[in-house]
């Protein structure tokens, strides 16, 4: 009794599993199983935007440091103002008010320091944000490049070299003509 209703559902499952098999290879097949891959180094180290990016970057480090320099000294400027206007008020004054004075001054100093380290971040991130918009815009072709490549030769998929162990092709240099075009 138990052998027949094992064969009754032995021909089913034989058949969804035939079917499951000829769905994935119809799926399979019409999505290409061609890999491909980039290489991100190469890119960097050929192409001109890149070496675009690197002298943007490296102004952008020259002006940040610049504008740092500058920072310190208005603070020093500034440090040195308020000490001088504490030691102006401390002339004269028991100990009881010079502890007053002296915290009073140190609170002071604190938001001088403080406010200048802020505007060191805010400018920090303004010029970390145009070196990034820019790098942004150098992938964005790139991958506008690589979906262009993917969709005429049927590349199911297209990874970075650096993941890729075996096999796949290299698109790079596909990649290095569409941008130096």
């Not at 980039?38 to 970057?57: I, K, S």
């Not at 002006?63 to 030691?87: H, I, P, V």
């Not at 320091?113 to 072709?141: C, F, P, T, W």
């Amino acid at each position: 009794m138990k052998l027949k209703v094992a064969k009754k559902l032995l021909v089913p499952m034989v058949l969804v599993i035939g079917l499951v098999f000829a769905i994935t290879g119809l799926v399979t097949a019409k999505s290409g199983s061609t890999v491909g891959y980039v290489d991100l180094q190469r890119l960097r180290n050929e192409l001109p935007q890149f070496q675009d990016l690197q002298e943007l970057l490296q102004q952008k480090n020259a002006e940040f440091s610049s504008y740092g320099a500058y920072l310190q000294t208005q603070q020093n400027n500034e440090l040195r103002d308020l000490e001088k206007q504490k030691e102006a008020e401390l002339k004269g004054k028991a100990e009881a008010e010079r502890k007053e004075i002296e915290a009073k001054y140190q609170e002071q100093a604190r938001k001088i320091i403080k406010s200048y380290q802020q505007k060191l971040e805010a400018e920090n991130a303004r010029l970390s944000g145009e070196v990034q918009a820019k790098h942004d815009e150098i992938m964005a072709q790139i991958e506008q490049i690589l979906a262009e490549i993917a969709k005429k030769e049927g590349y199911a998929i297209i990874l970075e070299k650096s993941i890729v162990y075996y096999g796949g092709a290299d698109l790079t240099d596909q990649v290095i003509a569409a941008m130096t075009e």
